[in-house]
């Protein structure tokens, strides 16, 4: 197609002349609004409520002139606000990141060479390609192609595709004028559509804020966008436990004042009781496991463009697969042509025999040049040696690409004046149909497309015609058929692995693919894919009802000769039986079935731009085995998550009983507003960091996927963690009213309560992170983070009991050292008591969940 650009265009730019216009208009980006993210993240941390509890408890103590404990109170604020900013930067580097992987990329014509870049890269005067499938980078004008169609309703509205022309030679290129889109003769693309068919060569006019999408999208940069359902979920009970803690404050403060005659005291127990309460951690648990979660698969070359496909990969139970280029290299050679009669296998260098060499000239002719489709570069490559001509020469009229209703392609080249030469090359049934072959020919050559597709062999059928002009349909050509060309595409040496993996995890791997069913089960049966059933084919798909398809999906794992609508009824058949489907595509056809799929999987190399806008998630290197990476890494960020809830959950229990009970009892205060902000400053960076870079358990691939309408916050999760807070509870309760029953002094009694509380805060994120694998599992490097926290949260409590000033602060007594040394050996033993529980606990799970797979 280069060879079709006016004279002196082919170069394109020099690497000097892109430097000084990228200097001069910019990058290729629409401004955002990433500089009023501190200020929005500021704002939203002045508005919640425990920082306005924090300074409605500082300006309660200054009130009593007691100055230190206010000014306490206000520095732990400021705290607060520092680590919700570093957790929001955290998660939005980690965001970044992840955007900068997802910039599409952009084959571009620079100093005579096509290269790709990052459509950021674009600058005015650049000469970029475009083809089926892909977004239009920058606004410019064709200069170069065939059969562009453009769907411009992101702007127009109007679904219709638009037909581009080619630019009037000498029309203005325009670079000096960014602001303008030249097209009013009907060769305008604009950046953000999406080309339906044909390709071209497209001279950029405007970049990023210049372009038409630019100018929308610069009025939309202060929209924002709703959270993801588990979010607004959290959000939801952090609504109503504040509710109850407010109610249960209020309460207390009203006793305290009736009751015992102190209103001040009394506010100050009801904001340590509210405080105690609220389980704020929940959102910010969930958006920092998000954020790092998908920066953690983009590590091993997993995009997910959605929060919610982490949370689906680690659930699919059916991954549904193409072949080529996923199963198989996608690098086709040819192998065999057979003609006439005649069978060769093709040689590096060696011409083809006789009428063999004219059946390789017919299919060059039908190939597309400069097309990165692996079969059309297989057929060109053979005809460079294979045959005597090359390829076939002359001036190219007119291309018949691909169709819904057909599976063959085909070119009408010049013939002077002797008209056209037309070549096409399919499936052999489609190439069949356009040679109008009667039934004992079509059933010979089904025979002869068996015998090769059982080899392992991709098949496709070539016929040529002839005509005065180039026809409207290539079904309106008089075809002769020609031969069979017959590709070898190896499989790719990691499959095999990652099938057996897949098995091992409990998930159904089913192969989808529009070759012959004899190839496809050659191809299934190397890869470890399930062959028992046979192969479904695309017409018994079209003669099955939802009901008969939903039945047939449950055993079938080979799909051949299934035409892209055709993948989308299978995805919901599956989807009707209960799976969790996981389908990996790279077409425009394959969009709707991405889409549909819980986990749609675009292939990020050679995928087109809507099946990565259709999917939730891109594999950025083809590899299937990086899907399961994905799976095993979404199943880590799940049971991730669900400990940190069962933390907080249980953390909060002891934390709000030893802030009301001992009121309750008729005791002296244990826990003051200072207490629950020094334990939240513990509970904070544990949620976040501790437990998001926890290690995966040893089975977390060795299991069946969990149930599709498991929740995260379910009652199996509030239950374990309401008992474990009920254990530290009574734990801490008995060393306080122990202490006070002892004769030691109250802020004694205090210290050593709130040792137990810090103690028994950090044993729970032991008990809840530590794996299958035992107390061994936290000697991990994964684990480092923990040590820190747990070291520092230590260190304070200990300058806490050392310093005199410091008691003084926070109203502890020096405790005795045997004093101390029984708390702590208490605290571990009912730690190493929870710790064999949910060793028990999870053993019995794993023995249930394996007999449910029988294995």
Not at 289 to 299: K, P
Not at 651 to 662: D, E, K, T
Request: a neutral charge; glycine letters at 10%; one cysteine or more.
């Amino acid at each position: 197609m280069q060879a079709d650009l006016p004279r002196g265009d082919a170069q394109g730019l020099t690497p000097a002349e892109v430097e000084s216009r990228r200097l001069r208009y910019g990058r290729n980006e629409v401004p955002g609004r990433e500089g009023r993210d501190m200020l929005r993240t500021v704002r939203g941390v002045f508005t919640e409520p425990m920082f306005v509890l924090l300074i409605v408890a500082a300006g309660l103590y200054l009130a009593m002139g007691d100055r230190g404990e206010g000014l306490l109170l206000l520095f732990f604020a400021v705290v607060t606000v520092g680590l919700v900013i570093v957790q929001e930067r955290r998660s939005q580097r980690a965001l970044d990141a992840l955007r900068r992987l997802a910039v599409p990329q952009v084959r571009v014509i620079r100093g005579g060479a096509t290269t790709r870049v990052a459509g950021a890269e674009l600058v005015p005067g650049d000469l970029f390609l475009l083809d089926e499938g892909e977004r239009v980078p920058a606004d410019g004008v064709v200069r170069a192609g065939d059969a562009l169609s453009v769907d411009e309703s992101l702007l127009t509205g109007e679904s219709i595709p638009v037909r581009k022309a080619i630019a009037l030679e000498g029309a203005a290129a325009a670079p000096d004028r960014p602001d303008m889109a030249d097209g009013d003769d009907g060769s305008g693309v604009f950046a953000g559509t999406l080309v339906v068919s044909g390709h071209a060569i497209v001279e950029v006019l405007s970049t990023g804020a210049h372009t038409r999408m630019g100018r929308i999208g610069a009025s939309l940069v202060d929209i924002h966008t709703q959270e993801a359902p588990l979010q607004q979920q959290l959000h939801r009970v952090v609504r109503v436990f504040a509710v109850g803690a407010v109610a249960t404050s209020l309460a207390l403060v009203a006793w305290y004042g009736l009751v015992r005659h102190d209103w001040m005291q009394g506010l100050l127990a009801g904001i340590a009781l509210a405080m105690a309460m609220l389980p704020e951690e929940f959102p910010m648990a969930l958006s920092v496991f998000l954020g790092l979660g998908a920066w953690r698969l983009a590590r091993v070359k997993v995009l997910a463009r959605q929060p919610a496909a982490i949370d689906s990969l680690g659930a699919t139970t059916v991954l549904c697969l193409d072949k080529t280029g996923t199963l198989t290299a996608n690098r086709l050679r040819l192998a065999r042509l057979e003609a006439h009669g005649q069978q060769w296998d093709c040689q590096p260098g060696v011409p083809a025999p006789g009428a063999l060499a004219e059946l390789v000239d017919v299919a060059a002719a039908a190939s597309r040049r400069g097309n990165a489709d692996p079969l059309d570069q297989a057929v060109l490559a053979v005809a460079a040696t294979a045959s005597p001509t090359g390829s076939a020469a002359g001036q190219l009229v007119r291309e018949y690409p691909l169709s819904a209703q057909s599976t063959a392609m085909g070119q009408a080249w010049s013939d002077g004046d002797r008209g056209c030469r037309i070549a096409a090359k399919g499936s052999p049934e489609a190439i069949a149909q356009l040679c109008r072959l009667d039934a004992p020919a079509t059933e010979a050559l089904r025979g002869r497309v068996a015998t090769m597709a059982g080899q392992g062999l991709r098949v496709i059928g070539v016929a040529r015609a002839a005509a005065a002009a180039a026809p409207d349909r290539l079904a309106d050509a008089a075809f002769t058929f020609e031969g069979l060309l017959g590709f070898e595409d190896p499989l790719r040496p990691e499959v095999p692995a990652a099938i057996a993996r897949a098995r091992r995890a409990g998930i159904a791997v089913a192969m989808i693919t529009g070759d012959h069913a004899a190839t496809a089960l050659a191809i299934a049966g190397k890869a470890g894919i399930a062959t028992a059933a046979g192969a479904l084919e695309g017409a018994g798909v079209a003669a099955m009802d939802d009901a008969a398809l939903a039945r047939a999906v449950r055993d079938t794992r080979v799909f051949a000769r299934v035409m892209p609508s055709q993948k989308l009824r299978i995805v919901q058949a599956l989807q009707a039986g209960g799976e969790i489907v996981a389908m990996t595509g790279d077409g425009v056809n394959d969009a709707p079935a991405l889409k549909a799929a819980h986990v749609g999987i675009a292939m990020g190399s050679r995928g087109t731009d809507v099946a990565r806008e259709a999917a939730q998630v891109v594999l950025l290197d083809d590899d299937v085995g990086r899907i399961l990476d994905g799976v095993a890494l979404g199943r880590r960020i799940f049971d991730n998550l669900g400990k940190v809830m069962v933390y907080i959950t249980a953390i909060h229990v002891p934390i709000a009983g030893a802030a009301l009970l001992p009121l309750l009892f008729g005791l002296p205060p244990l826990l003051l507003p200072v207490h629950v902000v020094l334990t939240e400053m513990v509970i904070d960076p544990m949620c976040s960091i501790a437990f998001e870079s926890a290690p995966p358990e040893p089975d977390v691939m060795d299991r069946a996927p969990r149930p599709a309408g498991r929740n995260l916050l379910d009652l199996r999760v509030f239950a374990r963690g309401l008992g474990q807070g009920a254990v530290l509870l009574v734990t801490v309760l008995a060393v306080y009213a122990g202490a006070l029953h002892a004769g030691r002094d109250v802020d004694v009694a205090r210290a050593l309560g709130i040792v137990a509380l810090t103690v028994g805060n950090i044993a729970l994120v032991a008990v809840d992170t530590r794996t299958a694998a035992g107390w061994r599992s936290l000697v991990r490097r994964d684990f480092a983070s923990f040590w820190i926290l747990a070291g520092l949260a230590c260190a304070v409590l200990a300058v806490g009991l050392a310093l005199p000033a410091a008691r003084e602060l926070l109203h502890f007594g020096r405790p005795a050292p045997a004093d101390l040394a029984g708390v702590l050996g208490a605290v571990v033993v009912v730690a190493c008591a929870m710790a064999w529980w949910r060793r028990l606990a999870h053993r019995g799970r794993l023995r249930v969940t394996m007999s449910g797979t029988g294995a």
